[in-house]
């Protein structure tokens, strides 16, 4: 482990909680899903954005546990919220909390919805791990909680060579999207494109870490997705986050995923 | 290059950049999200994408300066837009400081950057 702090943080960062850029040797790394305020029972805490964000910490600290990592560690945040003033009021205190002085690398985003409406801030994280890589497995997947979701909660990386995809979208090898308006087909599309890639880079399905999917609609990509996620991961599922945005490169586009995987 | 690009005719960009990088040797780093402000925290173009994008490259070659790098050794960067009229400024911006082909590559346009009055932010992964 040897997490660096590649840049002081500028004037304009000061007190942001985070720092322009973060590099460490990839020798075992962490990748968690997109966290968010759900309580033990799986219902979203109440009281808004403060016991949200207070909440969605408190996982990824457990998260963090199972690797034997703390907030010191993490490399790279990235908070997606859907209202930046209530973020800004009390989501930003609340997250204090837990980071102290140690700043990562960040990116704040507001999305127009994450996986349920009253959800508020979605949390992931990329965490440097201490000791040397141990071979196999190469990746291990992890939950802290039985969420029943169809993505594990952290999946660490040991030793491997990461690979990142650019964003997939369903085009065809000649450049025209795949059914403009048909969800099925596009998210048949996608994976089949992502598929493609991995092995072209000399992985495969059970290779991939983390997945973040951009949709036009969250409600529409819950329709849809299911068989086809399932038939690709054959079980094997990465970390993912699932974001509703207002817009991809081009219109007809209604599903964009992004990711990371890993080969030996 | 401490990373390769990965290609495959099954599945092509829909723009000039590359599919996927996969990381060989050297350091991982990851950059933050980088907006149109300057070193005194002033924002550079308001309301204008272009000169924003320009100044977020530049502080994002700051960064890629301070670890050894510079824009070469980006593997990937994901291009935020919070709207999608800008999406040709920010193409020219970008594609004159990576003059042949970007890095792997991802566009979404967001509801809002956290200042209202940034309309391009660019998070980097590069290997140094």
Excluded: C
Aim: neutral net charge.
């Amino acid at each position: 482990m040897d997490r660096r702090e590649v840049l002081a943080e500028r004037p304009v960062e000061r007190g942001r909680g985070f720092m322009p850029g973060i590099s460490a040797t990839p020798a075992r790394v962490l990748f968690t899903a997109g966290l968010t305020g759900r309580g033990s029972d799986g219902k979203l805490v109440t009281g808004g954005m403060g016991p949200q964000t207070q909440r969605t910490f408190e996982r990824l600290q457990a998260i963090l546990g199972h690797a034997g990592a703390r907030f010191d560690d993490v490399v790279k945040q990235v908070v997606y919220v859907t209202d930046y003033d209530a973020y800004n009021t009390v989501g930003r205190a609340a997250r204090a909390k837990f980071f102290g002085d140690s700043r990562p690398a960040s990116t704040g985003l507001v999305v127009r919805r994450l996986a349920e409406p009253d959800i508020l801030v979605e949390v992931e994280l990329v965490v440097d791990l201490a000791g040397s890589p141990q071979g196999e497995p190469l990746l291990e997947k992890y939950d802290v909680e039985n969420h029943g979701g169809e993505f594990r909660q952290g999946v660490i990386v040991n030793g491997g060579r990461l690979v990142y995809l650019a964003g997939q979208v369903a085009n065809e090898p000649d450049g025209a999207v795949s059914r403009p308006g048909d969800w099925r087909r596009q998210a048949e599309k996608v994976y089949e494109n992502i598929g493609h890639v991995l092995r072209a880079a000399g992985a495969s399905p059970a290779s991939v870490v983390k997945e973040t999917t951009w949709v036009l609609s969250i409600d529409a990509w819950r329709q849809h997705r299911g068989p086809v996620r399932r038939a690709f991961y054959d079980g094997d599922y990465p970390a993912s986050t699932l974001v509703e945005i207002p817009g991809l490169a081009n219109p007809d586009f209604l599903v964009e995923i992004e990711v990371i995987a890993a080969v030996a | 290059m401490p990373f390769s690009t990965i290609a495959t005719p099954q599945a092509r960009p829909v723009a000039n950049y590359k599919m996927a990088t996969r990381m060989e040797s050297g350091r991982l780093l990851y950059i933050s999200g980088q907006v149109a402000w300057d070193a005194s925290g002033a924002i550079i173009g308001k309301g204008d994408a272009r000169a924003q994008a320009r100044q977020v490259l530049q502080n994002m070659r700051g960064v890629l300066q301070a670890a050894g790098g510079d824009l070469g050794n980006l593997m990937k960067i994901t291009t935020y837009i919070t709207k999608i009229e800008d999406r040709p400024a920010v193409a020219e911006a970008r594609n004159e400081v990576f003059p042949g082909e970007l890095p792997a590559s991802t566009l979404i346009v967001v509801k809002s950057l956290f200042h209202p009055d940034f309309l391009v932010e660019i998070e980097g992964i590069a290997v140094v």
